[in-house]
Every structure is written in structure tokens, then in C-alpha cells.
């Protein structure tokens, strides 16, 4: 089943009100903390790690059969990277912890109480996106340092590609930067409000609200589209392995394509929000979301909840 693209004026401003009031709720990629669930997804060394919810953090080796770890905090984590031989994860009132095999993790200080919405990893730098228009940079995750984004806008996605980083949030907003030191908004295509970016299939593809969708292959010039998927569910987050994009989101809503376009809806036997996804472990896709939803999938295609 394809995703389309409704017209009704009528229901569009309906959607956009509730993305509105969504996005004002706080919280994870999600958009929602009322559960104890997951928010986010990573797979590293070896194992996948879930965070979420007061201060929610499980492993597991081949992506079923979560256990439940010690994280030492009560706030919701939402994103987690691995990277530099450890784990970091962000989350609500400025939280990061790291660890070096998600079992133990230490509390680190930052510049900032707002609340950390993603994390990702390259070349030897951290960065951590949040409310506000929060961004943290660390070259070993327990050093950390404010960098100004010019918006005061909720950041809630970050990546990188290429050879730039690209963060995305409320109302459309998507900022650059080289060095992820000085950022540039490069605007709005179309002032939907994103909770994932990722560069995957050789381009940037942002996830969000009322379905929204935007691509980009240099991460400056975009264009935004709107899916269809179990009424313009909001989409949270996305995977790029085996030659397959896989988008997740609200309602139990799981999406593939090669490259982004031309998305195909999977029966994911769930209603449940799924808030993340990642790839690993015995080659398996496994994505999980609120009340501690696992569903898992060795094609994309075909996928069943734990």
C-alpha cells in the first residue's frame, strides 16, 4: 500500500494543529511522554542499546530478548549513539551519560538543562541536539561545550553526511555547519516540524510531523513532501542497511524504499508509536516505540512484534 497525498484543506489545518500541539508536548522523537517506552535506538559494538523513558536503557544482542539496565537517572533519554568505543546517551533536563557497554553508566555535566533530543558521532566529535535551539559539542563525551545555533527553535534531529552536519527541528527548521561550530539555517522547505535526520542512500532524508518528508543531496537545497501513512502519522525515525531505507513512526507505521521516494507501507503488527530503529546484529532490522514495543525484521519487509 502507497502512501498519498490528501488535499482537504479542512484536514490539513486539523493535522497541523495536533503536529502543533505535538510538538509543544516535550519530550522524545516520540513526541510523547506519557509511557514508559522507548524513544530512541542504537546498534554498536556488538549489541542493540534502547533508551527511553524514565531513564529507561535495555540491551540485547540480536535485537529481542531486551534486558533492563541501571542508567542511574529518572529522566526520559531520548537518542543514543555509539561512537569513540563508548555509548552516549541524551535525554530531558540536559542528561547525558556514556558508558563502554551500556551495563554501567556515568552521569557527565553540561552547559545546559534543556532537553536533549539526538546525538551523533563522527570524526572524533559528539553532537547533541535539544530545546531551545540547544547544541553540545564533545570530542570524548564528558566534556562538553555550547555552540550558538542562531534559533531558539526545538532541535531534535542531527547527522552527518558528506562533509557537513545537519540539524533539524520545529516549524521546518534545518541548519549546517562544516565543523559543527557555526551553523547556518538554509530555511524551510515547507515549515514542517522534523524529529529525525539521517544520510542514508547517499543523501539527507528528514522524518516528521503530519507525515512530512524532506530530501536533500547536498543538505542546502531541499524539497518536502507529505506521506500518507495511517492518516499523516508522524514519522520519528529512520535506517538505511541492505540497499533499503526503512521509515518508522506513530500508529505502527513502517516504510521502505531504496532511496526515500516512492514509499511502500509494511504490515507492522503493532499500533504502538515506534521511535526508533536501527540495524545489526544478525543482519536484522528492529524498531521499537512506546510501552516497550519490539518489532524485528530480517528483510524490511516482513516484520513481527516481540
Request: aromatic share 8%; net charge negative; with cysteine.
Amino acid at each position: 500500500m502507497r502512501g498519498s497525498r490528501g488535499t482537504h484543506e479542512g484536514l490539513w489545518g486539523a493535522l497541523l494543529l495536533a503536529s502543533a500541539l505535538l510538538a509543544a508536548c516535550g519530550g522524545g522523537s516520540s513526541s510523547d511522554n506519557n509511557d514508559i517506552g522507548y524513544r530512541g535506538l542504537t546498534f554498536g559494538n556488538g549489541q542493540f542499546v534502547a533508551v527511553g523513558s524514565e531513564g529507561l536503557v535495555e540491551t540485547s544482542g540480536g535485537g529481542q530478548d531486551f534486558q533492563r539496565q541501571d542508567s542511574g537517572v529518572e529522566a526520559t533519554l531520548n537518542g543514543v549513539v555509539f561512537g569513540g568505543g563508548q555509548y552516549v546517551a541524551v535525554g530531558d533536563s540536559g542528561t547525558v551519560l556514556t558508558s563502554p557497554d551500556a551495563l554501567g553508566w556515568t552521569p557527565q555535566s553540561v552547559p545546559t538543562g534543556a532537553s536533549l533530543q539526538d546525538i551523533t558521532f563522527q570524526d572524533g566529535r559528539y553532537v547533541a541536539v535539544g530545546y531551545v535551539g540547544t547544541i553540545l559539542t564533545s570530542s570524548d563525551g564528558r566534556s562538553w561545550q555550547a555552540q550558538s545555533s542562531g534559533t531558539a527553535r526545538a532541535l531534535r534531529g542531527v547527522t552527518f553526511g558528506g562533509d557537513r552536519f545537519v540539524a533539524v527541528g520545529e516549524g521546518g527548521t534545518i541548519l549546517t555547519s562544516t565543523d559543527a561550530t557555526s551553523w547556518t539555517s538554509v530555511g524551510s522547505p515547507g515549515g514542517e516540524g522534523f524529529n529525525r535526520v539521517r544520510f542514508v542512500a547517499g543523501r539527507f532524508i528528514a522524518v516528521g510531523f503530519v507525515g512530512a518528508i524532506a530530501t536533500s543531496n547536498d543538505g542546502l537545497t531541499w524539497s518536502v513532501r507529505r506521506e500518507n501513512f495511517s492518516n499523516f502519522s508522524t514519522l520519528n525515525d529512520l535506517v538505511f542497511a541492505k540497499g533499503l531505507v526503512v521509515i518508522v513512526g506513530a500508529g505502527g507505521v513502517i516504510a521502505t524504499s531504496p532511496n526515500g521516494d516512492g514509499l511502500t507501507q509494511r504490515i507492522s503488527h503493532t499500533t504502538q508509536i515506534l521511535a526508533g530503529v536501527a540495524f545489526g546484529g544478525d543482519d536484522r532490522y528492529v524498531a521499537v516505540g512506546s510501552n516497550r514495543v519490539v518489532d524485528t525484521s530480517l528483510d524490511g519487509i516482513e516484520w513481527g512484534t516481540e
